[in-house]
């Protein structure tokens, strides 16, 4: 029986083990919260209760031949993922895993400069969290190479899907910029990105970095009306970039205005992976509940 180890078992991490165990795998998956714990005990999967942020509440874990998954974002501030690292702390004391797959994203480029991002581009994150997310590789990678694990690196981009539509920004009316002001950026549903997951386990190797991506891109402008229209909600007013840098929070700038378009050939390649939501209109159908329009 295959077994497998989901650190931080979310969004993403719930549909993974929800594939796993319907293949016959034996899924244990830890989460820090007692009340997601019990829900995922409900549902038939071994859960480990604990902090990222704190290591001293880590139980021994078990880890010898398991693949192991780690999907759990970096902390909210500075440049360095010290829960990457107290996790790399605690597991470096255990038996080996078989395989480790890291859940970091696209933000590890810089959003500065236009054209298409490959695995080869330079990793020159303009954000904190991209420097983050930079860290948490790093440090990934140092531990491959210190125990002989194999790495698989998943650089993803914006994840949407059910329950993760940008629906308070549309309803609250947040301004849009321009559509001939916005540049091309890249997403992936949630369902296809957990496929995308249990591929690179299967089928990774040591030192593989994907890009993931639907490999469709659309401006962030047009998702927002795509996702408004696929609510049957209003479209949010456009505003010139010039407006923008005066009223958009930073981090919302910067993903409005990004202008890159992501390749996921090695992904499609490599990996044999086949895409159910290439299309943003067939990804958003999926994603909203039939009866949420008006």
Do not use: W
């Not at 497998?4 to 034996?26: D, H, P, W």
């Not at 895993?97 to 990793?123: F, N, W």
């Not at 690179?200 to 401006?219: C, K, L, T, W, Y």
């Amino acid at each position: 029986m295959q077994k497998v180890f989901i650190a931080g078992c979310g969004y993403i991490g719930e549909r993974v083990a929800q594939s796993y165990c319907e293949s016959g795998a034996e899924v244990t998956c830890l989460v820090r919260s007692a009340e997601v714990g019990t829900r995922l005990e409900a549902a038939g999967f071994s859960t480990v209760v604990a902090s990222l942020d704190d290591p001293a509440t880590f139980p021994p874990l078990d880890l010898a031949d398991r693949v192991l998954l780690y999907l759990a974002p970096p902390p909210g501030g500075g440049i360095t993922d010290t829960r990457a690292r107290n996790f790399i702390a605690c597991i470096s004391k255990t038996e080996k895993p078989a395989k480790l797959v890291y859940m970091s994203a696209t933000s590890v480029y810089s959003r500065s400069g236009d054209g298409v991002v490959t695995e080869e581009s330079p990793t020159a994150p303009d954000s904190a969290m991209g420097k983050r997310r930079l860290d948490a590789e790093a440090a990934f990678q140092e531990y491959g190479t210190a125990t002989d694990v194999p790495i698989v690196i998943l650089r993803v981009s914006g994840i949407y899907g059910p329950g993760r539509l940008p629906l308070m920004q549309i309803t609250q009316g947040q301004p849009l910029l321009n559509e001939h002001e916005s540049g091309p950026s890249n997403r992936i549903h949630a369902d296809d990105l957990a496929a995308v997951t249990i591929a690179a386990a299967e089928q990774g190797i040591a030192g593989d970095i994907f890009n993931v991506s639907d490999g469709h891109p659309s401006s962030m402008t047009s998702y927002f009306n795509a996702c408004a229209d696929a609510l049957g909600l209003p479209r949010q007013p456009q505003i010139t970039l010039t407006e923008a840098r005066l009223v958009m929070s930073p981090l919302m700038l910067s993903y409005v205005s990004q202008s890159q378009i992501v390749d996921n050939r090695r992904m499609l390649e490599r990996l044999n992976v086949k895409l159910r939501y290439k299309e943003l209109s067939a990804g958003l159908a999926a994603s909203v509940p039939p009866d949420s329009c008006p």
